[in-house]
């Protein structure tokens, strides 16, 4: 078992910056996979960022391309999610999630730990 906890998020402005973290406890010896994810209120979860085992590969959303950046630092378990020129529509709750797999990119189905998800506010 891999339990996953986020926080970091918050309530900002547009243009501003926040970071998540995603701290992973259990069985963490593993090679896992991480993945972002985020709901709106009234919209299905969807796919923010994907980052591999190593840190390798990273994937991105359109929407959020050049403005958040994926990392990971194994020796602490923590995924990040840093997140810069925020918008209004980057308002939701962010999940992150783990997988067995190398890299799961954007698959959400092959995701199989997830987090109870942090709030990010962002005001126009």
């Known amino acids: 078992q891999v339990q996953l906890v986020e926080s970091g998020g918050g309530l900002v402005q547009a243009g501003d910056s926040l970071r998540l973290s995603c701290a992973a406890s259990?069985?963490?010896?593993?090679?896992?996979?991480m993945g972002w994810f985020r709901q709106a209120p009234g919209k299905e979860r969807g796919f923010v960022a994907a980052i591999s085992w190593r840190g390798d590969t990273t994937d991105y959303v359109d929407s959020v391309k050049g403005r958040f950046t994926v990392s990971r630092d194994n020796a602490k378990n923590t995924v990040y999610l840093q997140m810069n020129s925020l918008k209004p529509e980057d308002t939701a709750v962010y999940y992150c999630?783990?997988?067995?797999?190398?890299?799961?990119?954007?698959?959400?189905?092959?995701?199989?730990?997830w987090g109870q998800g942090t709030q990010v506010t962002v005001s126009s």
């Open positions: 259990g069985r963490t010896s593993s090679s896992y996979a």
């Open positions: 999630a783990a997988t067995l797999k190398h890299y799961s990119g954007s698959r959400a189905n092959e995701y199989y730990y």
